[in-house]
């Protein structure tokens, strides 16, 4: 939200009201601001006024950032007819202005970033800023050093004409691999693994850029990011 704003909209913001309810509270006097009751809904205001809807002060709590550890079954959107979202398992007021900094498919899990700050999150999202993304892949068949050079150097993905950009990809076991990538193309990863004749039976993503997902939350459970988190994503 930018300042200054009409009062109305600030209510209708931080109450998920409709702006129409929201006028006519203000005309039966329920909104005041600094201590003074206003019916006027176009008055402007700043980030510095006391705001009290019927008696209670209103906080716009800025800019917020947090982590999930996403389980299996989620996916990543706002709302869903079918699925339930990660922002069901968020416990937080406003959400409506949210999003997702780089999604996962409902079958994968792992860290995932939800924040309502859209420049932080096209920090993360552009392959031109090269935040890589780091994946543990279970495989169907056994990871071979030729694949895993293939993967380096870039892989040519169904009905792409552009070679992947280069990975990083280091072996974990027979069947498992540690896969970064700096690119989020539609199933990216599976895409990849395909290419190289194997398949992903699991899919975790473990890192983006230097945050790495918190060990201590289990999954379904998030975290508000640490001061230095954010700024990891902004000083890159």
């Known amino acids: 939200m930018k300042f200054p704003c009409r009062i109305d909209k600030f209510v209708s913001h931080i109450n998920e009201l409709p702006r129409s309810k929201v006028k006519i509270l203000i005309k039966k006097g329920e909104v005041s601001i600094n201590g003074i009751v206003t019916k006027k809904s176009d008055v402007q205001i700043t980030r510095e006024d ?44 406003n959400l409506k202005d949210f999003h997702v900094a780089g999604r996962l498919d409902i079958d994968t899990t792992g860290l995932v970033l939800i924040t309502n700050d859209g420049d932080w999150s096209h920090q993360i ?12 892949v279970e495989t169907k068949e056994i990871i071979t050093e030729e694949a895993l050079e293939q993967l380096r150097h870039g892989v040519a993905l169904h009905n792409e004409k552009q070679l992947t950009r280069p990975a990083q990809a280091q072996a974990v076991d027979k ?62």
Do not use: W
């Not at 990863?189 to 398949?199: C, D, G, P």
């Open 125 to 136: 999202t552009s392959p031109k800023k090269q935040k890589y993304k780091t994946y543990l």
């Open 175 to 236: 069947y498992a691999l540690r896969l970064s990538i700096c690119e989020g193309k539609y199933h990216q990863v599976k895409r990849m693994l395909a290419a190289v004749s194997n398949h992903v039976v699991e899919l975790h993503r473990e890192k983006i850029s230097d945050i790495e997902l918190d060990s201590k939350l289990s999954a379904g459970e998030y975290r508000p990011l640490t001061e230095h988190e954010i700024n990891i994503i902004n000083a890159k």
């Open 50 to 93: 006391s705001i009290e809807l019927s008696g209670k002060q209103l906080k716009y709590l800025g800019k917020r950032y947090f982590m999930l550890n996403k389980p299996q079954g989620y996916v990543c959107a706002n709302s869903d007819e079918l699925h339930p979202t990660v922002f069901d398992l968020l416990d937080e007021p």
